[in-house]
């Protein structure tokens, strides 16, 4: 028999997939019940043997971390008291001990509670019994796990091939996927239970320029510039609602990273699926649905930020015009949203170095170079015709003044009406240091003593009666210059830790953080129906014209469990644990400062190749100058500016995402055909 017709084994097309849906079943439905999402069964256990901790809490170990506050949020766990439960579970930090009557929360593996009347636990002659989702056995934990290894493993061995192929030429859906449906499960929560958008005091001040353009008028854009008013007008004018807003910018943020999971998806298809990953990663971090659902121009930088990097790889994979110049555009909007993005001016000199040195054509060339000036120089001409100041803002002088305060000092060559604001500036911010701050600032180069001194320059007050050493601000932003700079100059030492300081906080600290977005949505509720602000009749105006909201059914203020009449609850929904699940293994993965450290190696590896290879290595190109942009970023913000999570996380997807690049440095990649 000719071995080509002989009979294979017959291998049903079904089997694979139910077989890898066999072996990742039991691992899914543990994780679902262990997070209370679909808990399978519940039990009781009756707990005893309480020691006192503080002010009215007790705690008993618990010999577990099942069911604690750090793996599932707000545990689903209830505490029985003579079988009736207690009210109040997961209240805030230190509320058991503090406030008592019925509180408990369980916490590292410690269950801590007060009993309903603020008794003694181990003389009160009650009995207490924790009821929640049945934790596993040790039998069912091994059973499970040999049972997904055993069928994973043929799964695995029968798929080999289609494995080969998918990571060879990974389907474009694929990759979207990888982004659209973490991005989904993230932000269900916030639309379906908590939609409140956030309201910042910044807010009104973007708002009153969008009324006067909606109104017909000519608004100043020295202090805000012009993009993110432009796009309020626009998207307020069409949907008349500020979820409208959350909407469109939430769509933005997954347009632009589709784009740019697109654009390598393009350039060399087996990398798009990682830098979909790499992007995932930040788009379901806590300050991504901060900023999408708030309204400040954060998110709208951002996108225009990714759609830049988007477009420009894009271009390079197609060689095609029409995408140089949108990225040159989406990089000009950039710098006009915040004008932070100036420091994407470094990446698009050296994006258009690479295009002449590599003898691009000149269609490439100039459809990249005119939309980033003409649109800087088309609003620096505004400002300059409506307020005398030729820049895309006037704020420069305020960020530099900022960064100096705790180095001010007065100066015989300044004139007296000077030396007295000069004066009056370093007491406000002197008075505020302790006497260890102001040690670390003498002697110490300990970012994590120095940063809350330098935090203590960045004040209002001062920056007020800066602002007043003439007539106005505007008026004074020379003196401020000569000022900050005198002091830079008299203060080397003192301003080397500034930007040392800063630097450490902008990529090590900012990175590492975890925070839980319904502290957010907490401070949202407070804000929207218990402060009222009478001095910011412009952002009242906003909140009653666009928004007038309406408390959640999941959000309850005040009743018992609330401390004061504005406690806030939230309701433990399965969506909200869907998001927490999703956070928290974002944060295993992408908060740490490896990501980091390994982006300084690639970038400095990309920088070689690109030397080495006589800057004709479009790999090591893409890579540099991808990872270019977030020196520049930080080195900006560092020198001027506090560098605290608003500055630091726009970028911060370019960590991860070059290091899933790096495969580039190896590959022989070259343009192709024009267009």
């Not at 040159?328 to 909007?333: E, N």
């Not at 698009?348 to 980033?372: E, G, I, K, Q, T």
């Not at 990175?511 to 412009?538: E, G, H, K, M």
Request: glycine share 6%; charged share 15%; with cysteine.
């Amino acid at each position: 028999m000719n071995p080509s017709t002989a009979p294979r084994a017959f291998r049903p097309r079904w089997l694979v997939p139910i077989a890898w849906l066999l072996a990742l079943a039991p691992i899914l439905v543990l994780r679902l019940h262990a997070t209370a999402i679909l808990p399978l069964a519940w039990s009781e256990r009756p707990v005893g043997d309480f020691q006192p901790v503080a002010g009215f809490s007790f705690a008993t170990p618990l010999q577990t971390r099942w069911m604690s506050r750090d793996s599932v949020g707000g545990s689903p766990a209830e505490l029985l008291e003579d079988g009736r439960p207690l009210a109040c579970p997961n209240p805030p930090a230190n509320d058991t001990a503090e406030v008592g009557l019925g509180r408990y929360q369980l916490d590292g593996g410690w269950l801590f509670l007060a009993p309903s009347d603020n008794s003694d636990p181990r003389t009160n002659g009650r009995h207490y019994v924790l009821r929640w989702p049945t934790p596993p056995s040790r039998v069912v934990l091994a059973i499970c796990l040999l049972w997904s290894g055993g069928v994973g493993l043929f799964a695995l061995w029968s798929s080999r091939r289609a494995i080969e192929h998918l990571l060879q030429a990974p389907p474009l859906w694929v990759s979207l996927m990888l982004v659209l449906v973490p991005l989904a499960a993230h932000r269900w929560w916030f639309f379906a239970d908590v939609p409140l958008p956030a309201i910042h005091p910044d807010s009104g001040s973007y708002y009153a320029l969008t009324r006067l353009m909606m109104s017909g008028q000519w608004p100043h854009f020295e202090i805000r510039p012009p993009g993110y008013p432009l796009f309020l007008s626009a998207v307020l004018g069409a949907t008349h609602s500020l979820m409208g807003l959350i909407v469109v910018q939430t769509l933005m943020t997954a347009a632009s990273t589709c784009l740019l999971v697109y654009a390598v998806h393009r350039l060399w298809r087996p990398l798009a699926p990682w830098v979909a990953l790499c992007l995932a990663g930040f788009i379901t971090g806590l300050w991504s649905i901060e900023h999408d659902t708030a309204v400040l121009s954060e998110s709208l930088y951002v996108s225009c930020i990714v759609f830049g990097a988007g477009f420009l790889i894009l271009a390079l994979a197609t060689s095609r015009a029409a995408y140089f110049a949108a990225s040159s555009a989406a990089v000009g909007l950039a710098i006009l949203t915040r004008p932070a993005g100036l420091f994407l001016v470094v990446p698009y000199v050296f994006s258009v170095w690479f295009l002449v040195w590599n003898s691009r054509p000149r269609s490439h060339v100039f459809a990249f170079m005119l939309p980033l000036p003409l649109l800087v120089l088309s609003v620096s001409s505004y400002n300059y015709v409506t307020s005398g100041v030729f820049n895309v803002t006037a704020w420069g002088e305020a960020n530099l003044a900022v960064a100096t305060f705790t180095m001010w000092d007065v100066d015989p060559s300044y004139p007296a009406d000077v030396n007295a604001k000069v004066a009056e500036v370093r007491r406000l911010v002197q008075e505020r240091l302790t006497d260890d701050e102001r040690a670390a600032l003498a002697g110490s180069w300990n970012p994590d003593l120095l940063a809350p001194a330098f935090l203590k320059g960045f004040w209002q007050p001062a920056l007020n009666a800066a602002s007043h050493i003439s007539a106005d601000y505007l008026e004074s932003r020379r003196w401020i210059r000569r000022i900050a700079i005198a002091s830079i100059r008299s203060n080397p030492a003192t301003y080397a830790k500034f930007v040392w300081t800063m630097s450490y906080v902008y990529y090590i600290t900012n990175v590492r953080y975890r925070a839980n977005f319904s502290d957010f949505i907490t401070y949202r509720v407070r804000n929207l129906f218990t402060v009222q602000d009478a001095l910011d009749p412009t952002r009242t105006e906003l909140i009653g014209t666009y928004l007038r909201p309406h408390m959640p059914p999941t959000v309850s203020m005040g009743g018992p469990c609330a401390v004061t009449p504005e406690g806030v609850t939230i309701a433990q929904t399965p969506a909200r644990r869907i998001h927490r699940l999703t956070q928290e293994m974002r944060d295993d993965v992408f908060a740490s400062a490896l990501w980091v450290y390994a982006f300084f190696i690639v970038l400095l590896m990309a920088v070689v190749r690109l030397a080495a290879a006589g800057g004709r290595h479009l790999g090591a190109f893409v890579v540099s100058v991808i990872g270019i942009s977030a020196v520049a970023a930080g080195l900006l913000v560092c020198l001027v500016e506090y560098g605290g999570q608003r500055y630091a996380y726009p970028t911060e997807f370019i960590y991860s995402v070059t290091v899933a690049l790096a495969p580039l440095l190896w590959m022989n990649l070259r343009f192709p055909a024009h267009s």
